[in-house]
Nanobody, 122 residues
């Protein structure tokens, strides 16, 4: 069982930056591939970024490529999402998730955090 707790969300103006953090409870954190997803009101949950268990491989959605960066620190059981050049359309609840497979589809992830709200004002 893996418990995930996100933090770092908030209200920011367009063009600003935020860094989200997700801390995992499991001692086996380093074995899991990790992902970030987001869900805006009235929309389906969508993939944002993912990293392999070692951090050697990453993937980012086209909509955030060049602006967002996923990273992890296995010594701290933490995965990060650095978000720069934020746009109003980035407004959503952001979730981190853990999986045994590096994937871009939500159903491939077994454990989920409670989410953190990111609001970008224009």
């Amino acid at each position: 069982q893996v418990q995930l707790v996100e933090s770092g969300g908030g209200l920011v103006q367009a063009g600003g930056s935020l860094r989200l953090s997700c801390v995992a409870s499991a001692r086996t954190f380093s074995r899991y591939d990790m992902g970030w997803f987001r869900q805006a009101p009235g929309k389906e949950r969508e993939f944002v970024a993912a990293t392999s268990w070692s951090g050697a491989r990453t993937a980012h959605a086209d909509s955030v490529k060049g602006r967002f960066t996923i990273s992890r620190d296995n010594a701290k059981n933490t995965v990060y999402l650095q978000m720069n050049s934020l746009k109003p359309e980035d407004t959503a609840v952001y979730y981190c998730a853990a999986s045994n497979n590096l994937g871009v589809v939500a159903r491939e992830y077994d454990y989920w955090g409670q989410g953190t709200q990111v609001t970008v004002s224009s």
